[in-house]
């Protein structure tokens, strides 16, 4: 079973393609869809292999892709320090 | 409310117009100023970096004008009462920031220090020539204000109205000496801390969620409450056209929303922004109109035409931008002539002659580099009233 | 199992917190860099734990220059070339910030060339994030001081012929305490910079080669930006602690990374009240924070 997924925010996409170039275990390829701006974006050919470690998020340019490992909510891990 | 005690020096003083500049500023609550230096304008920086780490605050020598001119908003974003000081040359490398403290609605004050020009001009003598660039010389539409001192004392008094105007209005205000007054020595009375009223930060007390940084408040102000970086507002500030939000927003709507704004702000005060000293204008066939240095050397002038029985009046502007059209316009319903004499080669008189609707406008130009014969002036009132 | 992580509301790109995102989606052409070094920069921000009611970010004028307004911090969108000295000013009202830059090449090394080298000389308390594109990307491709040799530009059409600036070089050389480079390929490198930087007290300077794939990549036939950074792959080399004399960019040579500078020296503030405090002894007020009446 993955340990891991990612989340995918189609419309801000611009499919530059990084994602897809970098992810270690090669999980994602660009998608034949379009979005409304034109571009394809990622979609998962490997979900079994992705591991979360979220290389696809630190990538992407548009803040449209972040990978997880199962079971975390990425969001929780308290970020912000408010004094 | 009152000032702060620790910068005020009070007592009776000799000072010239630059150090009392300083004490202004420093009796106004300023903690902060950085500065380049340029004849004859430093003195007001020398003294305050000598002064400012006993009062508590900072002076930065920075590497130009430019660097002068956006680090004091750094400084006043950051929570501080802030000024930088220039002449001519520096005055005109700081333009770029003018705009910038328009447009983002900066409290600061730019003192000018002025010499003769253009480019390099004399760097040790007298002028009044950047009255129109204090005016217009950043780019775009924008309204500022600029007061003019003519001595020392008031040096030190129009220093402190200068960063209360500022913070009221947040808006960067010119304060336009010049070498004459800049390097006369006289009296200067600084009274006591409690006598001396200060215009607080228009801070704000809104909850960070509830918080626009450029939205006015719905009392009718046209300015809107500030916030300081490290409060928790996580603000955005742009010298792009913006939006209540302070985001960019490019358009013709939020463009004339904006610039209308910061026009308004300034040109609808023009009664509270009105300060002048008349002497016998109310029945004056002839009016001078002066400011700076040259209305002392003016006054000489006038009391000689007086003596001789002409009906001279004297208008001295202390704040020249916003320009007082409308006392204008009333003095030249009775008034047959203004006289402008000035130490440029016509920048106020052409404001006088704007507002005067056509009532016979006089200017006594001079290039600088001195000031005017007061047997000039005399002459020019003279003329003028045949 | 996954299916439903992946439904779920709460689960956010790290970014996103902070993001204002109501002006997403953001300007930047598809392939350009800036917004890779954003991820670096809320990943280090989220790792150091930061206080971010504390944490200023202040831009100057350019794409770069549009990071402040994208960031859910108090930020700042200066001038052209001006954002070190406003931050200067920042940083000296309110010792308590950190404050960030965060600029383009062009920005920092022409326009505001004179203040990147004397902010490094004064050693004042500001963490330096060129993103180096090696052109000036918004208004069009024109040449910066940074273009490698024989680059095609508008400015330069024929190819680049003046000699370009080592960035590393010239602040090491005005006296900054911590300079590194990376490309944005090297994200979790960029973050660990960044960190250090946020770590260290005194003029820091990290560059960022990102790709300019509409305007640099394209007009000079090397691609995309995909091919950008697969370039960087290939040709960076890591010489922490290399001379930063010896790290010059080429047009298609090597690419040196690695951190160059790491050493310590007191920042301005520390070397101003250390005299004033010998110069004024008793009379000598120290202020924190300059709160104006």
């Known amino acids: 079973m993955a340990k891991g997924t990612v989340k995918i925010v189609v419309e801000r996409c611009k499919a530059c393609g990084f994602c897809v170039e970098f992810c270690p275990t090669k999980v994602l390829a660009l998608s034949p869809a379009f979005n409304s701006k034109g571009y394809h974006p990622p979609h998962m050919v490997n979900p079994e292999k992705c591991s979360g470690c979220d290389l696809c998020g630190m990538y992407c340019p548009d803040f449209a892709i972040f990978g997880y490992k199962v079971g975390e909510k990425p969001a929780q891990k308290e970020a912000v320090h408010e004094s | 409310m009152k000032a702060d005690p620790a910068g005020v020096l009070t007592g009776v003083h000799f000072l010239d117009g630059d150090h009392a500049c300083c004490e202004g500023a420093l009796a106004a609550g300023a903690c902060f100023a950085a500065g380049y230096p340029i004849t004859p304008s430093t003195e007001v920086v020398e003294r305050f970096a000598a002064r400012i780490p006993k009062v508590g605050g900072t002076f930065i020598q920075m590497e130009d004008e430019l660097a002068s001119s956006i680090a004091i908003q750094g400084a006043v974003w950051g929570g501080a009462k802030a000024f930088t000081v220039t002449s001519g040359p520096g005055f005109s490398l700081m333009m770029e920031h003018i705009g910038y403290a328009v447009m983002t609605e900066t409290p600061c004050v730019f003192v000018n220090v002025q010499r003769g020009g253009p480019s390099t001009g004399l760097p040790t003598l007298p002028a009044q020539s950047d009255m129109m660039q204090a005016r217009w010389g950043s780019h775009g539409d924008y309204e500022v204000i600029a007061l003019c001192p003519n001595s020392p004392q008031e040096c030190f008094d129009l220093t402190i109205t200068a960063f209360n105007l500022s913070e009221k209005y947040r808006v960067p205000v010119m304060f336009m000496m010049d070498e004459c007054v800049g390097h006369m020595t006289e009296k200067v009375i600084i009274p006591p801390a409690e006598q001396i009223e200060i215009e607080p930060r228009r801070k704000t007390h809104k909850p960070h969620d509830a918080y626009k940084p450029y939205e006015c408040n719905g009392d009718g102000s046209l300015v809107p409450e500030m916030a300081h970086a490290g409060e928790g507002y996580k603000f955005h500030v742009t010298g792009l056209t913006h939006d209540e939000r302070g985001y960019p927003a490019m358009t013709v709507a939020a463009q004339q929303k904006l610039v209308g704004r910061l026009r308004d702000k300034i040109s609808k005060a023009a009664d509270d922004l009105l300060l002048v000293e008349q002497d016998n204008t109310a029945d004056a066939d002839v009016v001078v109109v002066t400011y700076g240095i040259t209305s002392r050397v003016a006054q000489r002038g006038i009391d000689s035409a007086r003596a001789k029985g002409l009906k001279v009046g004297k208008l001295r502007l202390k704040i020249v931008w916003p320009f007082p059209d409308q006392l204008i316009k009333k003095l030249s319903q009775r008034a047959k002539a203004f006289v402008v004499p000035e130490l440029n080669l016509g920048q106020i008189s052409r404001e006088v002659e704007r507002a005067a609707g056509g009532v016979k406008t006089v200017c006594v130009p001079h290039a600088g580099g001195g000031v005017h014969r007061p047997e000039d002036i005399l002459k020019a009132i003279q003329e003028a009233s045949r | ?293």
């Open chain 3, 1 to 293: 199992m996954s299916e439903v992580d992946f439904e779920c509301a709460e689960c956010t790109n790290p970014v996103e917190p902070f993001l204002r995102s109501e002006r997403m989606p953001h300007i930047w052409c598809p392939g350009c860099g800036i917004g890779t070094t954003v991820n670096c920069f809320t990943r280090a921000l989220i790792d150091s734990k930061a206080n971010l009611e504390k944490l200023v970010v202040v831009s100057g004028i350019g794409c770069t220059g549009r990071v402040a307004g994208y960031l859910k911090l108090d930020s700042f969108h200066t001038t052209h070339g001006r954002a070190i000295p406003f931050a200067t000013g920042l940083k000296l009202a309110n010792p308590k910030l950190t404050v960030v830059v965060y600029a383009g090449d062009g920005d920092l090394s022409a326009i505001g060339g004179n203040h990147l080298i004397h902010a490094a000389r004064r050693n004042i308390d500001l963490k330096v994030i060129c993103v180096n594109n090696l052109i000036y990307g918004m208004t069009g491709g024109q040449t910066a001081p940074t273009t490698p040799e024989h680059a095609t530009t508008s400015t330069n059409p024929y190819g680049t012929f003046e000699p370009g600036f080592n960035l590393p070089h010239l602040v090491d050389a005005a006296g900054a305490v911590y300079v590194a480079r990376w490309t944005t390929f090297h994200v979790r490198q960029v973050a660990r910079s960044m960190q250090e930087a946020f770590k260290k007290k005194g003029f820091s300077f990290i560059e960022i080669i990102s790709p300019c794939p509409t305007l640099y990549q394209r007009r000079n036939k090397m691609g995309d930006g995909l091919d950008a950074m697969k370039y960087y792959k290939q040709a960076s080399k890591v010489k922490n602690g290399a001379p930063t004399g010896e790290v010059g960019l080429t047009k298609t040579g090597e690419i040196a990374v690695g951190k160059f500078v790491d050493r310590d020296r007191p920042d301005y503030r520390e070397l101003m009240v250390h005299r004033f405090h010998e110069s004024l002894g008793d009379e000598y007020v120290e202020t924190g924070e300059l709160v104006c009446s």
